[in-house]
């Protein structure tokens, strides 16, 4: 009587502790791809929407009216003008303040800028660290089942007189699939981390140099009415 091969075959055969295995995994799976999809959209709206206020913001607009824009529908902005929302809004606060020198003003407006750019840089990696640790541990756990089938498997070869191929085959099958469950959870979490992590890194250098750049243009014209 031969042993049923296929993918469910090998699953029921396996002992409890490799299915809890694979199903841990297949879990852990389709979990990365959950977070793959989301943060994949979630990336690609965020570069359209820091192309599309560079558009504005670089279109000769006035800051005051960009400004007004923004704090229009200020629930829904999202990266670079967020960041130029909060900045822009504290240097109004302070340049009202009698007294306060043009640099600590732009200097405040710098302070709320940044505190910005880093809420809105931990919300862009929200799911990469799960990402990189189901890329990591994944091929751990599948080595786990396929040590823990092929120890079975070598036990109740012990019990037998004489061992032939076939068997051994369905128990070395059955133990190898865990690693192979292992590298198909693994793969696309790793390769999704490393493309998120590149992307999120643009995404950042590009919202410094906004607010760098927004800082210069904020000092400058301080500097033009003081004069």
């Known amino acids: 009587m031969h042993a049923d091969m296929s993918f469910l075959g090998l699953f029921l055969q396996a002992s409890w502790l490799v299915k809890f295995v694979l199903i841990l995994l297949l879990g852990m799976s389709i979990y990365s791809w959950t977070l793959i999809f989301s943060r994949t959209k979630n990336l690609k709206s965020s570069e359209k929407a820091l192309k599309l206020f560079e558009e504005r913001f670089w279109s000769g607009h006035d800051?005051?009216?960009?400004?007004?824009?923004?704090?229009?529908?200020?629930?829904?902005?999202?990266?670079?003008?967020?960041?130029?929302?909060?900045g822009f809004k504290e240097f109004?606060?302070?340049?009202?303040?009698?007294?306060?020198?043009?640099?600590?003003?732009?200097e405040?407006?710098?302070?709320?800028?940044?505190?910005?750019?880093?809420r809105e840089i931990?919300?862009?990696?929200?799911?990469?660290?799960v990402l990189a640790t189901i890329g990591s541990i994944s091929p751990y756990i599948g080595l786990f089942?396929?040590?823990?089938?092929i120890m079975n498997s070598f036990i109740a070869l012990g019990e037998v007189q004489q061992a032939t191929l076939t068997m051994v085959a369905p128990g070395?099958?059955?133990?190898?699939?865990?690693?192979?469950?292992g590298l198909f959870a693994a793969i696309p979490a790793v390769m999704a981390y490393n493309r998120f992590s590149t992307q999120v890194g643009k995404l950042e250098t590009a919202y410094i140099n906004l607010m760098e750049e927004f800082t210069s243009i904020l000092h400058r014209q301080s500097t033009t009415e003081s004069d």
């Open 145 to 149: 089942g396929t040590v823990w089938g």
């Open 92 to 106: 109004s606060r302070l340049h009202r303040i009698p007294g306060r020198t043009v640099d600590s003003t732009t």
């Open 122 to 129: 931990d919300e862009l990696e929200t799911g990469l660290p």
């Open 63 to 86: 800051l005051s009216r960009l400004y007004k824009e923004s704090a229009a529908r200020s629930e829904r902005i999202t990266g670079g003008e967020k960041i130029f929302h909060g």
């Open 172 to 181: 070395i099958a059955e133990a190898l699939i865990a690693t192979a469950m």
């Open 108 to 118: 405040g407006a710098h302070r709320i800028m940044r505190v910005t750019l880093s």
